[in-house]
């Protein structure tokens, strides 16, 4: 289970880099790395404000997110929220931040999926048709799934990565990876929360199929789900045990009323 580290942490060290959000919210998203004992450790932040500081619930999410994974045994990369002063243009801040390894094994070089299909693909092979011939449907069709399930904004072509070893000569698709933009990240306030409809089929960023989460599910064949676990009321514990304090009871509700929802409506296929 994902991890989560409550006491303050000191990591004003670190070297924070602009990285435009993609999904077209407001603010900018911010990363880091550092190497402690020759493992590489990798950093974000959620969406950042120049004026009003971190103001985003992305990092919260990846673990949500990375804990409804284990229990629907999902291989993703795994991350942990840390508790941390950072410092970003002379100032201090307090925040919650994600903290992640590398999933590359030795020996590997990673790519964009977006990139490798523009190299591989057959004409007129849709993105989908690619994958299945690459051997990923099962992947992919599971990728389509939570997707739905928590709303991805932003499965773009690069938030799909292909890894490579050309020495042994294999190829993987990367374990699932970046799910911040999800759930609800765009309510920054009570109202936006009260509002904001959980079963909504809004326009995603989505490399494969169309830009309908719901649309996509069609893709899949319903007589063989991906989801190999069942989802269950008493998993909300398992989720959100420890987040109580970190974030609001109405935002655990709603987001643990969303996932739910939208896996019955997955189920009911």
Not at 30 to 46: C, I, M, V, W
Not at 70 to 77: A, Y
Not at 83 to 90: C, P, T
Request: net charge negative; hydrophobic share 35%.
């Amino acid at each position: 289970m994902a991890t989560i580290i409550k006491e303050k942490q000191n990591l004003t060290y670190l070297q924070w880099s602009h990285v435009r959000s993609s999904s077209g919210t407001a603010g900018t998203f911010l990363k880091a790395t550092s190497t402690l004992d020759g493992e590489k450790k990798y950093y974000k932040l959620s969406n950042f404000d120049s004026v009003k500081g971190v103001i985003g619930y992305e990092c919260v999410n990846e673990i949500i997110v990375d804990r409804l994974l284990d229990i629907f045994g999902v291989e993703h990369l795994p991350y942990e929220l840390i508790n941390a002063d950072i410092e970003i243009e002379d100032s201090i801040f307090n925040t919650y931040l994600c903290a992640s390894t590398d999933f590359k094994k030795a020996g590997e070089s990673k790519i964009a999926l977006d990139d490798y299909y523009r190299t591989n693909c057959e004409p007129g092979e849709s993105h989908y048709d690619f994958c299945v011939r690459q051997g990923w449907k099962n992947y992919i069709d599971t990728m389509i799934a939570i997707d739905f399930i928590i709303l991805n904004r932003d499965r773009h072509g690069a938030n799909i990565e292909i890894l490579r070893n050309s020495r042994a000569h294999t190829l993987r698709i990367a374990p699932l990876f970046d799910h911040g933009v999800s759930l609800l990240n765009s309510c920054y306030t009570q109202d936006d929360l009260e509002s904001f409809d959980i079963l909504a089929d809004k326009s995603c960023n989505n490399f494969i199929g169309s830009f309908s989460c719901l649309d996509n599910l069609s893709l899949m064949d319903p007589k063989h789900k991906p989801l190999r676990h069942k989802l269950h009321a008493s998993d909300k514990d398992i989720i959100f045990g420890d987040l109580h304090d970190i974030i609001s009871e109405t935002r655990i509700d709603k987001t643990w009323n969303m996932i739910f929802e939208r896996y019955k409506i997955y189920e009911n296929l």
